[in-house]
T-cell receptor, first 112, second 115 residues
């Protein structure tokens, strides 16, 4: 089945700096890659996603890039703010469809 | 208000005592799913359902059962809970029968402790 690795597990950045989280996946047939943000004590919420026919997608300060050849995708947060502090999860939908495999999560701390 | 609800939110129980965690959505979603969240392991899918009476195993189905008798409800059943099922559980739903088709909405979570 699908395996998703996420790095780093923790990330501390200064407010205003950029943060980058990287994920690799194993199933070359995967075609959907969402990113979720989970604030402390809250439920995961979708922040951005990308499909395999697109190489990059941006939404204000966040962007996701996908390299299908290398089977990795990344989340980029620019001009980080304290409210960006949270756990971020990447995920991939496997070839069988309808099953979402998550990475282990990255705890991001933005220091004021 | 469109939402996914779960009950109970917190539960402490003992080994072997059957329990059910309910999940309900009011968005007429076809797809529903259960995940467990453990530190360092992310969220792992337990079971999912494409529609009424259609369920299938996720990555970690052992020790769990589900049912989908109505479109809005997708209960998670632990027939004989064990301590390794201590976890944070999330129910999720999406409009269509496929994760890649649209946004998946999560419930608030149920923190289960099995002693």
């Amino acid at each position: 089945g699908e395996n998703v690795e996420q790095h780093p597990s923790t990330l501390s950045v200064q407010e205003g700096d950029s943060a980058v989280i990287k994920c690799t996946y194993s199933d070359s047939a995967s075609n959907y890659f969402p990113w979720y943000k989970q604030e402390l004590g809250k439920r995961p919420q979708l922040i951005i996603d990308i499909r395999s026919n697109v190489g990059e997608k941006k939404d204000q300060r966040i962007a996701v890039t996908l390299n299908k050849t290398a089977k990795h995708f990344s989340l980029h947060i620019t001009e980080t703010q304290p409210e960006d502090s949270a756990v971020y999860f990447c995920a991939a939908e496997g070839a069988a469809g309808n099953k979402l495999t998550f990475g282990g999560g990255t705890r991001v701390l933005v220091k004021p | 208000e469109a939402q996914v609800t779960q009950n109970p939110r917190y539960l402490i129980t003992v080994t072997g005592k059957k329990l059910t965690v309910t999940c309900s959505q009011n968005m007429n979603h076809e797809y529903m799913s259960w995940y467990r969240q453990d530190p360092g392991l992310g969220l792992r899918q337990i079971y999912y359902s494409m529609n009424v009476e259609v369920t299938d195993k996720g990555d970690v189905p052992e020790g769990y059962k589900v049912s989908r008798k109505e479109k809005r409800n997708f209960p998670l059943i632990l027939e004989s809970p064990s301590p390794n099922q201590t976890s944070l559980y999330f129910c999720a739903s999406s409009l269509l029968g496929g994760i890649g088709t649209d946004t998946q909405y999560f419930g608030p979570g149920t923190r289960l402790t099995v002693l």
